[in-house]
Nanobody, 123 residues
Framework: QVQLVESGGGLVQPGGSLRLSCAPS????????MGWYRQAPGKQRELVAI???????NYADAVKGRFTISRDNAKNTVYLQMNSLKPEDTAVYYC?????????????????WGQGTQVTVSS
């Protein structure tokens, strides 16, 4: 079963930067949009940023101007550059891919998720 694998989380001081990466563990027939979500303790998971296959981007208001999402279509990899980090950015960050899976007997829309990577912003 193909999964998304995230990397790049960690502990950083306020005002610092981190770069998250996410790539599938195996082959996926076609990936449409890829995105990053986050979930802070006691809160619901929320969309952080999303990028379509043609490069269109959308961001949550809370991260506009500070975070940048990008992707490498050849590697099916998505990145999240996070600058000017704030304590309220502390959360588990999850990667998502809206994709088409080819089972050999049909093609189906599938949502793939990563296991999550912890980002902690604290002095």
């Amino acid at each position: 079963q193909v999964q998304l694998v995230e990397s790049g989380g960690g502990l950083v001081q306020p005002g610092g930067s981190l770069r998250l990466s996410c790539a599938p563990s195996g082959s996926i027939f076609r990936i449409n949009a890829m995105g990053w979500y986050r979930q802070a303790p006691g809160k619901q998971r929320e969309l952080v940023a999303i990028i379509t296959s043609d490069g269109s981007r959308n961001y949550a208001d809370a991260v506009k101007g500070r975070f940048t999402i990008s992707r490498d279509n050849a590697k099916n990899t998505v990145y999240l550059q996070m600058n000017s980090l704030k304590p309220e950015d502390t959360a588990v960050y999850y990667c998502n891919a809206d994709a088409i899976r080819d089972t050999g007997s049909g093609r189906y829309q599938t949502d793939y998720w990563g296991q999550g990577t912890q980002v902690t912003v604290s002095s």
